[in-house]
């Protein structure tokens, strides 16, 4: 009896594979797993798990054990500078350097890290006060990544040339001043950012997850050909055995195997990893990957211009990208204004043509003339399509907004803690709590909802966010911008502008910011972050706290009392004290040495006494329990 043809055509697949599989000298490498860190599963860590993935397979950074990664750790100044080492490919002449003789404290480098400080020295990446009094187990701090960073990619001069700091973070006062011009660079080449509420935080130390990301940025500037893989994806399997072919920029066709460990990424527009499966990859997509033999651990995609090379030489354009404005969709044929040559080009669609709009799974029905389009063709075909609707409505929070480039640029806050740049067309039209206004009206912390018009703002609709916020002076910055920090009566400190039209009295009477001191209690009426109105009281003021004792730490000097809320929540606090603080039962004073045996679980307590860096710190306990 034969065989039916459907055993035929499947032993005809099953013989293809096990011969496929034989061709490869280690058929185990087929199957090899990727480096996972069960610390790093979180979904707290989406963000950094590609970056960590990615160059712990570089061999630029390693784990603290074969499951943990440690991502909160902070990274010593000597580990930053090894794992910029290895980035750069230099580990194996880090391994025959020696430290010179003249370099300082050249005792306190571990043994293990004095090849690549070396290597480090002699790059250039090492110099000045880093030089003089490197402090190799201190944390690298923010600033500092941005300065080895620079130096390290040969970006000192072009930071040099830096005439004029714009940086608009909130907290760019704290960055040295001779640090400032590597954080703008750094900033501008993306290979560091900034936080969401603004700020740079120069002086945190970096994480051992922040590391990787900044690592990764890094890397786009170094030459990594050796270690990881770039071609264009020709086909991709996923029937039976999941594996896909790419050309190599030599016009040699490979053929990676991807297993379930492999790890799939999709870089996007603003350069971040977002993790894909490999159904999502199509044909014309340029890849990097990284390999064992023949089976990928790491494939990272992106798109872009798609030239491949033939093996004699000549360039052969197989696939392209069109970016430009869809002006019609005609049975099967798109018609796309080129963004390049501004000319109407008519191409045909494939059947099975995967579209994408607005970030979402889409179809060419759901595609509108006036969509901002980018066309992915392959053999005169188009099989991508990523669309963007012309018009569109973004809602957020006011961060800044800048007129340093020729169309102005507001920063705003989204919905969904993203912060996104727009360009502001020149005649936008403004309204801020239904009034009409303008640019400058708009403050930081404004809610405001913006109209696009192919990504440029054409209307901006703006509400203004009143708050009242009194409390004691912690401390003042008088500068170009002034700032004003607040603790406020639960030790919750606030930040404010100062600006020239910020009204500020004092007993009726008008002063200016200079006139205040720490500790001086104030009212403040602010829009956003801005102050519009502040009275001052020149006094200092004791808060008080008033709840029910839990716990006494003699060693530590901490009383714990539970209190209620005005809003009607249960919560703790830490009073502080010391020898100086009084304590009475009652109407009498007892000894401080012997607290334990005064207050005990259930006493009714109150303190007077003041914030200090959130912390409250008691001048008077009073017992109101009066026992024996």
Same mark, same amino acid.
């Given at each position: 009896m034969k065989p039916s043809n459907r055993a035929q055509k499947f032993f005809a697949v099953l013989l293809s594979v096990f011969l496929v599989l034989m061709s490869f000298p280690d058929i185990?490498?087929?199957?090899?797993?990727?480096?996972?860190?069960?610390?790093?599963?979180?979904?707290r860590y989406d963000w950094a798990r590609p970056y960590v993935e990615k160059m712990t397979l570089l061999g630029v950074i390693t784990g603290k054990s074969q499951d943990s990664f440690a991502p909160d750790d902070p990274v010593k100044r000597v580990e930053f500078i090894a794992m910029i080492v290895r980035l750069l490919g230099l580990e194996g002449e880090a391994k025959n350097k020696t430290l010179p003789s003249q370099f300082p404290n050249v005792h306190s480098i571990p043994l293990w890290a004095r090849g690549y400080v070396a290597v480090a020295l002699e790059k250039g990446i090492i110099s000045g006060e880093d030089y003089a009094d490197f402090r190799p187990?201190?944390?690298?701090?923010?600033?500092?990544?941005?300065?080895?960073?620079?130096?390290?990619?040969?970006?000192?001069?072009?930071?040099?040339?830096?005439?004029?700091?714009?940086?608009?973070?909130?907290?760019?006062?704290?960055?040295?001043?001779?640090?400032?011009?590597?954080?703008?660079l750094a900033v501008e080449k993306k290979i560091l950012s900034g936080f969401g509420d603004g700020s740079f935080k120069p002086r945190e130390d970096i994480t051992r997850a922040q590391s990787t990301k900044v690592l990764n940025q890094m890397a786009e500037f170094i030459d990594t050909y050796d270690r990881m893989i770039t071609g264009r994806v020709e086909s991709?399997?996923?029937?039976?055995?999941?594996?896909?072919?790419?050309?190599?920029?030599?016009?040699?066709?490979?053929?990676?195997?991807?297993?379930?460990?492999?790890?799939?990424?999709?870089?996007?527009?603003?350069?971040?990893?977002?993790?894909?499966?490999?159904?999502?990859?199509?044909?014309?997509?340029?890849?990097?990957?990284?390999?064992?033999?023949n089976s990928a651990q790491y494939i990272e995609a992106f798109s872009g211009e798609t030239e491949s090379e033939n093996p004699d030489g000549t360039q052969q354009v197989t696939y392209r990208t069109v970016n430009g404005i869809l002006r019609s969709i005609v049975a099967g044929y798109v018609v796309v204004e080129?963004?390049?040559?501004?000319?109407?080009?008519?191409?045909p669609v494939d059947a099975d043509v995967r579209v994408t709009k607005d970030e979402k799974a889409s179809s060419l029905s759901q595609l509108l003339p006036g969509d901002m389009v980018t066309m992915m063709v392959y053999g005169g075909k188009v099989f991508n399509i990523e669309a963007e609707s012309a018009e569109k409505r973004v809602e957020g929070t006011v961060r800044s907004v800048s007129f340093l480039a020729k169309n102005p640029v507001i920063t705003v806050e989204l919905e969904d803690g993203g912060v996104?740049?727009?360009? @502001?067309? $020149? *005649?936008? /039209? !403004?309204?801020?709590?239904?009034?009409?206004?303008?640019l400058k009206s708009l403050k930081s912390k404004d809610e405001v909802t913006l109209y696009l018009e192919y990504r440029k703002v054409s209307k901006i609709e703006a509400k203004s966010m009143k708050r009242s916020v009194s409390g004691v002076v912690k401390e003042i910055l008088i500068s170009d911008v002034s700032k004003i920090t607040i603790t406020d009566g639960e030790g919750t400190e606030h930040t404010f502008t100062i600006t020239k039209d910020s009204k500020i009295t004092q007993n009726r009477r008008t002063v200016t910011i200079s006139d205040i001191k720490p500790n001086f209690y104030v009212e403040v009426e602010a829009e956003g972050d801005e102050i519009v109105k502040m009275e001052v009281?020149?006094?200092?003021?004791?808060?008080?706290?008033?709840?029910?004792?839990?716990? @006494?730490? $003699? *060693?530590? /000097? !901490?009383?714990v009392v539970e209190f209620e809320t005005e809003q009607g929540r249960i919560t703790t606090a830490e009073i502080h004290y010391s020898g100086d603080?009084?304590?009475?039962?009652?109407?009498?004073?007892?000894?401080?040495?012997?607290?334990?045996?005064?207050?005990?679980?259930?006493?009714?307590?109150?303190?007077?006494?003041?914030?200090?860096?959130?912390?409250?710190?008691?001048?008077v306990v009073i017992d109101l329990v009066t026992g024996s």
């Open positions: 185990n490498r087929v199957f090899a797993a990727s480096i996972k860190f069960a610390d790093i599963a979180d979904n187990e201190d944390a690298t701090k923010r600033f500092e990544a941005a300065v080895f960073a620079v130096r390290a990619l040969g970006l000192e001069n072009e930071a040099n040339l830096i005439k004029t700091i714009s940086l608009s973070f909130k907290d760019t006062y704290e960055i040295p001043l001779d640090a400032r011009k590597y954080v703008q991709v399997k996923t029937d039976f055995l999941n594996y896909i072919d790419v050309r190599l920029a030599d016009g040699t066709l490979r053929t990676y195997f991807v297993g379930s460990e492999c790890s799939i990424y999709k870089k996007d527009q603003q350069g971040a990893l977002n993790e894909i499966t490999l159904k999502d990859i199509v044909p014309g997509v340029k890849l990097r990957i990284i390999a064992d033999g080129n963004e390049e040559t501004k000319d109407n080009e008519t191409l996104e740049d727009f360009e @502001v067309k $020149e *005649d936008v /039209e !403004v309204k801020r709590n239904g009034k009409s206004s303008d009281t020149a006094r200092q003021v004791l808060n008080v706290v008033r709840g029910t004792a839990r716990y @006494v730490h $003699e *060693d530590a /000097e !901490v009383i603080t009084v304590f009475l039962k009652g109407n009498r004073e007892v000894s401080v040495k012997n607290i334990a045996e005064y207050i005990e679980e259930g006493d009714e307590i109150i303190a007077a006494g003041r914030y200090e860096r959130g912390i409250f710190y008691a001048d």
